[in-house]
C-alpha cells in the first residue's frame, strides 16, 4: 500500500499492473495448480503445471504432453491461464462502487 501499487478504499484495487504479474500471479498460480493437479489426468507435472500458469517458457517435452492431452484438461488450462492472465487483473483494477456512483461522500 506505501508503494501505492494496491489500493484498500473502498476495496482492494491492483494500481500497478507489474504488481499483479510480480508478487500476485505466482501466488494464484500456486493456488490454481493445487485445484488444476486433481483434474488434469497426469498431463502435467506440478513444476510444469505451475510454470504454465504462471506463463513461463515451457520446455519442448511439455509442450508435446500439451498437444496429447484430452480435450477436457486443455480447457481447464485455457481457463485457468484466462482467469489469472486476463479476467482477474481486470476484475482486482476496476473501483466497482465508485465507478456507478453507488459511494456517497460520506464512504470515502
Known amino acids: 500500500l ?7 478504499t473502498p476495496h482492494l484495487i491492483v494500481l500497478a499492473a ?3 504479474v510480480q508478487e500476485m500471479l505466482p501466488h494464484l498460480a500456486d493456488w490454481a495448480a493445487i485445484f488444476l493437479a486433481e483434474h488434469l489426468e497426469g498431463v502435467l507435472g506440478d513444476t510444469d503445471l505451475r ?4 506463463g513461463q517458457k515451457l520446455e519442448a517435452r511439455t509442450k508435446q504432453s ?3 492431452a484430452p480435450g477436457f484438461v486443455l480447457k481447464l ?3 485457468a ?5 486476463s479476467l482477474l487483473p481486470y476484475v482486482l483494477s476496476k473501483v466497482h462502487r465508485v465507478a456507478y ?3 456517497t461522500g460520506a464512504d470515502l
Open 18 to 20: 507489474d504488481f499483479y
Open 51 to 54: 510454470k504454465f500458469l504462471r
Open 2 to 8: 506505501r508503494e501505492h501499487k494496491l489500493q484498500s
Open 66 to 68: 500439451l498437444r496429447g
Open 81 to 85: 491461464l484466462t482467469w489469472l492472465h
Open 77 to 79: 488450462l485455457n481457463l
Open 101 to 103: 456512483g453507488l459511494l
